[in-house]
């Protein structure tokens, strides 16, 4: 008895496969979901520095730029370390 070769469910072996399609497919869900947390994380940063500058009533809004600039250090960090994992095979 022979046994028929198994239909191919793109897991990126063989030829044809679609296996690179679905890596790029995976990278780009990857970094659209990074790129969001960017945003919203600076867009939250900055609404909160807003509204904590106006509750200690500070004339000049330090923690509107504080906020935000440390949101994006950090998530620059981030964004670093997760795309140098990404070249050592990790």
């Known amino acids: ?9 793109g897991d990126g072996e063989g030829p044809g496969s679609g296996g690179d399609a679905n890596a790029r497919r995976r990278e780009l869900v990857r970094w659209a979901g990074l790129s969001t947390e960017v945003v919203a994380s600076v867009g939250v940063s900055v609404y909160l520095g807003v509204k904590a500058d106006k509750w200690l009533k500070l004339s000049f809004p330090i923690l509107s730029w504080a906020l935000p600039l440390l949101v994006i250090v950090v998530l620059l960090i981030s964004l670093i370390r997760a795309g140098s994992n990404k070249k050592n095979g990790k």
């Open 1 to 9: 008895m022979e046994r028929s070769p198994q239909p191919d469910k």
